[in-house]
């Protein structure tokens, strides 16, 4: 009646790509621009066991504008707003031609800079 645990990781992968879509970054645009971003680590503490069928939420938190490197950090909570799982992960930008590391494209640090603008008090 557990979440294999497995499934930690696929649901990470889907709350990165939603929240980068929302940003208006997604693969589909990044491929035509020649661009890959393969996960390079990726890091989960289980807290307690998810069940079937049981709603949970995942927030993912960008920390920090990327460099060549793009870190995130994940928040799965159920229902009752319990930790079940935290997770990290770590991805690369890669050109798709040289397959060498290469440094965040412009269209993400734009996309992404209206998030790290200081607030005016």
Do not use: W
């Amino acid at each position: 009646g557990y979440v294999y645990h497995a499934n930690y990781v696929a649901y990470c992968h889907q709350a990165r790509t939603e929240l980068l879509r929302k940003f208006g970054i997604n693969d589909k645009k990044l491929e035509a621009s020649g661009i890959m971003m393969p996960v390079i680590g990726m890091n989960l503490k289980y807290h307690r066991p998810g069940h079937y069928d049981e709603p949970l939420t995942i927030t993912t938190i960008i920390h920090e504008m990327p460099a060549v490197r793009f870190n995130f950090t994940f928040e799965i909570r159920n229902e009752r707003n319990e930790l079940v799982c935290s997770a990290e992960s770590t991805v690369v930008f890669v050109d798709a031609n040289t397959r060498k590391p290469m440094k965040a494209p412009e269209m993400v640090i734009n996309a992404l800079a209206p998030a790290f603008e200081p607030a005016i008090l």
